[in-house]
């Protein structure tokens, strides 16, 4: 049977967070400058990543891994398209999958569009795993809060109604590095993701997170993936292989 597939271009910013106080904070927020929380969801993901041995997938500007959470299991395809301005642009094609399918990953799981993508950039070449990365995420969906002059009444225009339906994601995460059965790292980090607002609505949450949090927070380029990379491999010099550090 044929898993439908679902492909985004996710844009988000990730800051990496210095002081727990501040984390734990960002984590119980109810409101953030003009926006108001109005769903909050805690779950802990365990992102297995898998690269071929020559890191072909990375070299392409992409990964692939499997997400699994108490209620659901899923392998996600993304790809680099920018960064500007602290904002990372990627294509995201994610598909769910059944418990018994997991070991798909290892065999190539031809059938799901994320191994479709995968398999266009690294032909018949064996996949392995890299590493895990648990999160610990606290999830809070931000809305723009309604201004007097505009709540609800006969005659409000369709572009003024749509204000009402921006979204921006905050994830509050701790992330732990697994490899080998023990934990290589851990960092504290918030993603702020455009889920349905104009850019410069987004914008406005990002700046209203730097600006309750200045002090604790850091702009961040580095992705889990990355993060992950740094810690258990390091690049080979004079062959320009990857090695395992141990």
């Excluded at 999160?135 to 809070?140: A, E, G, K, N, S």
Aim: aromatic share 6%; net charge positive.
């Amino acid at each position: 049977t044929e898993i439908r597939a679902r492909a985004v271009v996710e844009r988000e910013a990730r800051f990496l967070v210095s002081e727990p106080s501040v984390h734990r904070a960002a984590a119980r927020l109810t409101a953030l400058g003009p926006f108001r929380v109005i769903r909050r969801h805690h779950e802990r993901q365990h992102n297995t990543y898998f690269d071929t041995d020559d890191m072909r997938l990375w070299g392409a500007k992409s990964v692939l891994k499997l997400r699994e959470t108490a209620s659901a299991r899923e392998v996600t395809f993304k790809k680099a398209l920018a960064y500007r301005d602290g904002v990372a642009s990627r294509l995201e094609v994610t598909a769910r999958i059944r418990p018994a399918q997991r070991d798909w990953m290892s065999r190539g799981g031809v059938a799901i569009e994320p191994m479709r993508r995968v398999r266009h950039l690294i032909g018949a070449q064996r996949l392995r795993k890299l590493f895990t990365i648990v999160t610990d995420r606290t999830t809070l969906i931000l809305a723009q809060r309604r201004p007097a002059s505009l709540k609800l009444r006969r005659g409000l225009s369709e572009a003024r109604r749509a204000k009402e339906g921006h979204r921006v994601e905050l994830d509050v995460d701790r992330v732990a590095v697994r490899h080998r059965r023990r934990v290589a790292a851990r960092r504290l980090e918030i993603e702020v993701e455009n889920l349905s607002a104009t850019p410069a609505v987004f914008r406005a949450a990002i700046t209203a997170l730097r600006q309750r949090y200045h002090r604790g927070l850091r702009l961040s380029g580095v992705s889990k993936f990355e993060f992950g990379r740094r810690v258990c491999y390091t690049r080979c010099s004079r062959h320009g292989t990857f090695a395992r550090l141990h």
